[in-house]
Nanobody, 119 residues
């Protein structure tokens, strides 16, 4: 089993920055990919960025050059993946969810964290 817990998020002015963190615990060495998704009101959940266990990343076109996903630690049966969000825009507000895909197509989701951008 893999559990994920998000932190970060909040209110920021347009053009500002936020960092989201996702701590995964449990069977972390079975994790293939970790990613950040977001869901705005009335919209479907969409992939923002992901990173594989080998360090390969994938970013949505809408965030390329502004958001960066990276792993900051793997220790004590826990791994932390962060999403650095710069140059936030009015279209970025959403609930951001962390996802861990592990074993064979098994997913663990966090509870979500709200990101709000003021103009």
């Amino acid at each position: 089993q893999v559990q994920v817990v998000e932190s970060g998020g909040g209110l920021v002015q347009a053009g500002g920055s936020l960092r989201l963190s996702c701590a995964a615990s449990g069977s972390i060495f079975s994790i293939n990919t970790m990613g950040w998704y977001r869901q705005a009101p009335g919209k479907e959940r969409e992939l923002v960025a992901s990173i594989t266990s080998g360090g390969s990343t994938n970013d949505a076109d809408s965030v390329k050059g502004r958001f960066t996903i990276f792993t900051i630690s793997i220790e004590n049966a826990k791994t932390t993946v962060c999403l650095q969000m710069n140059s936030l825009k009015p279209e970025d507000p959403a609930v951001y969810y962390c996802n861990a895909r592990w074993s064979i197509l098994r997913d663990s989701w966090g509870q979500g964290t709200q990101v709000t951008v003021s103009s």
